[in-house]
T-cell receptor
Framework: GDSVTQMEGPVTLSEEAFLTINCTYT??????LFWYVQYPGEGLQLLLKATKADDKGSNKGFEATYRKETTSFHLEKGSVQVSDSAVYFC???????????FGKGTRLHILP | GAVVSQHPSRVICKSGTSVKIECRSLDFQATTMFWYRQFPKQSLMLMAT?????????EQGVEKDKFLINHASLTLSTLTVTSAHPEDSSFYIC???????????FGSGTRLTVV
């Protein structure tokens, strides 16, 4: 079945460092891809999404490109801030079965 | 944008009692809502899919008699944890599919502690 694999954390970076969180997926169809962020004690917020190959999702300085050839959707940010500390989930959804499948999440710590 | 409101955000209950968690779509209609459970430092586990006007679809291993789901209207789904026990303590999150943004919007979660 469909699945999402993302790099395990925690990831610890200094403020203003460059961030990459890897995400790869397996899917039989043509899924939409998402990155969600979860701050401590809160639910999930949609960070960005891409619905077809070569689409680039971007929001709050984060971006990710839907790469069909490598089945990847890596999350990047050029200069992280302390406020970016959270857990990031990569996810895919194939609307044929109306479910969203999550990766295991990557905890990010940004040090001042 | 689409907003899903989930209440309560925190609840502490005694073992053996039942707890109801509400999930409302505030500015859109959601024919389908989803209930997740999240253990500490782990990913989300889909518990069930809630369908307006029909029975919920439970994932394998989830006790449907313990986790009662009702989706009585296009904007409200409820999860009732019946005869709660300490092992039911967890973070429960609902979500709804928003066809406008072509994605899923999540509630803020409910921290359930059973003592």
């Amino acid at each position: 079945g469909d699945s999402v694999t993302q790099m395990e954390g925690p990831v610890t970076l200094s403020e203003e460092a460059f961030l990459t969180i890897n995400c790869t997926y397996t899917a039989t169809g043509y899924p939409s891809l998402f990155w969600y962020v979860q701050y401590p004690g809160e639910g999930l917020q949609l960070l960005l999404k891409a619905t077809k190959a070569d689409d680039k999702g971007s929001n709050k300085g984060f971006e990710a490109t839907y790469r069909k050839e490598t089945t990847s959707f890596h999350l990047e940010k050029g200069s992280v801030q302390v406020s970016d500390s959270a857990v990031y989930f990569c996810a895919l959804s194939d609307y044929r079965d109306d479910k969203i499948i999550f990766g295991k999440g990557t905890r990010l710590h940004i040090l001042p | 944008g689409a907003v899903v409101s989930q209440h309560p955000s925190r609840v502490i209950c005694k073992s053996g009692t039942s707890v109801k968690i509400e999930c409302r779509s505030l500015d859109f209609q959601a024919t389908t809502m989803f209930w997740y459970r999240q253990f500490p430092k782990q990913s989300l586990m889909l518990m069930a899919t809630s369908n307006e006007g029909s029975k919920a679809t439970y994932e394998q291993g989830v006790e449907k008699d313990k986790f009662l789901i009702n989706h009585a209207s296009l904007t409200l789904s409820t999860l009732t944890v019946t005869s709660a026990h300490p092992e039911d303590s967890s973070f429960y999150i609902c979500s709804a599919r928003d066809t406008e943004i072509y994605g899923y919007t999540f509630g803020s979660g409910t921290r359930l502690t059973v003592v």
